[in-house]
């Protein structure tokens, strides 16, 4: 008797455990005229998909406040399984950095209320990656253990400063522009005050004030563009500009991945996410 009592207890002491045992939560957060469905279309869903991370919905955030809409699944793939999920963030990729934070920011505090035990790893692509530390830096989110970021302007891109010279003109240049420029030049427009806060640092600029902050102990790591004929970067973001290690307050403290790749989102971003995540 004192045998099988003996087993009993060795069993529900596993099963508590493994009832006690909490899954991981991954935010992925889009660039700069990009949305939540640049995750899906770069494959890189699929292949976390296949290491374990199962796709949850997508975050947009409402005058109601944030809500979930599921992720459009292809053909085949499972539904809701339980485990590390995957949720993707929805935000206006043309508004400036301050905008595009209220809307994560508000994602993230709900994302931790609604999973109060479970670990949440973000990955920002490009400028998401500068809207996801600039709220962390802004605001305590609760649980959030690790900030990896994908070809991300942390320290500005020159490519801003050239559209904000394209777009500042005086009647009637201003005029002909409107006229001939189409859909192309109005994008540049509506997108001034974003490109206003990814210029290169300088004092009084936002990327200056985020970049001369505390920043939370996570875990940081950068992913870097190295393409042939730019040295180091991609024809965007230069790289010392993706690597985290050159903010100030993260020197020596970002782990660095390099890529040979462009700018945008492909499925061998996919793989490296997998195998970082493993580590982590």
Same mark, same amino acid.
């Not at 500005?156 to 009637?172: M, V, Y």
């Not at 970049?211 to 939370?216: D, I, L, T, V």
């Not at 307050?249 to 971003?269: A, C, E, R």
């Given at each position: 008797m004192k045998k099988w009592t003996g087993l009993l207890l060795?069993?529900?002491?596993?099963?508590?455990?493994v009832l006690d045992a909490q899954a991981d939560i991954l935010v992925l957060v889009h660039g700069y005229l990009s949305d939540a469905s640049t995750w899906e279309s770069s494959g890189i869903t699929t292949q976390l998909e296949q290491n374990q991370w199962h796709r949850a919905d997508v975050l947009i955030t409402t005058p109601m406040g944030v809500r979930r809409m599921p992720i459009p699944r292809p053909t085949g793939a499972p539904g809701a399984v339980s485990g590390n999920t995957v949720y993707l963030a929805e935000l206006p990729s043309t508004a400036p950095l301050g905008i595009q934070a209220d809307h994560l920011q508000a994602m !993230? !505090?709900?994302?931790?209320?609604? $999973?109060?035990?479970?670990?949440?790893?973000?990955?920002?692509h490009s400028v998401g990656g500068v809207v996801a530390r600039l709220v962390l830096v802004r605001t305590p989110i609760p649980n959030v253990s690790t900030l990896i970021t994908i070809a991300s302007p942390h320290l500005g891109t020159p490519l801003a400063e050239e559209a904000l010279d394209a777009t500042s003109n005086i009647w009637p240049?201003?005029?002909?522009?409107?006229?001939?420029?189409g859909d192309e030049y109005q994008t540049l427009k509506?997108?001034?005050? !974003?490109?206003?806060?990814?210029?290169?640092?300088?004092?009084?600029? !936002?990327?200056?004030?985020?970049?001369?902050?505390? $920043?939370?102990?996570?875990?940081?790591i950068s992913i870097v563009r190295s393409q042939p004929f730019v040295l180091w970067g991609d024809m965007l973001v230069p790289g010392a500009s993706q690597d985290m290690n050159n903010v100030p307050p993260l020197s020596g403290k970002s782990t660095l991945y390099t890529t040979t790749s462009g700018h945008i989102l492909n499925p061998g971003d996919g793989l490296l996410l997998t195998q970082i995540l493993k580590g982590l």
């Amino acid at each position: 008797m004192k045998k099988w009592t003996g087993l009993l207890l060795v069993f529900g002491w596993v099963f508590c455990i493994v009832l006690d045992a909490q899954a991981d939560i991954l935010v992925l957060v889009h660039g700069y005229l990009s949305d939540a469905s640049t995750w899906e279309s770069s494959g890189i869903t699929t292949q976390l998909e296949q290491n374990q991370w199962h796709r949850a919905d997508v975050l947009i955030t409402t005058p109601m406040g944030v809500r979930r809409m599921p992720i459009p699944r292809p053909t085949g793939a499972p539904g809701a399984v339980s485990g590390n999920t995957v949720y993707l963030a929805e935000l206006p990729s043309t508004a400036p950095l301050g905008i595009q934070a209220d809307h994560l920011q508000a994602m !993230l !505090l709900f994302l931790a209320n609604q $999973h109060p035990k479970e670990k949440i790893i973000l990955v920002g692509h490009s400028v998401g990656g500068v809207v996801a530390r600039l709220v962390l830096v802004r605001t305590p989110i609760p649980n959030v253990s690790t900030l990896i970021t994908i070809a991300s302007p942390h320290l500005g891109t020159p490519l801003a400063e050239e559209a904000l010279d394209a777009t500042s003109n005086i009647w009637p240049v201003e005029v002909v522009k409107d006229f001939f420029g189409g859909d192309e030049y109005q994008t540049l427009k509506y997108s001034r005050g !974003l490109y206003i806060d990814i210029v290169r640092p300088w004092p009084g600029s !936002l990327l200056h004030w985020l970049n001369n902050q505390p $920043h939370p102990a996570v875990r940081y790591i950068s992913i870097v563009r190295s393409q042939p004929f730019v040295l180091w970067g991609d024809m965007l973001v230069p790289g010392a500009s993706q690597d985290m290690n050159n903010v100030p307050p993260l020197s020596g403290k970002s782990t660095l991945y390099t890529t040979t790749s462009g700018h945008i989102l492909n499925p061998g971003d996919g793989l490296l996410l997998t195998q970082i995540l493993k580590g982590l």
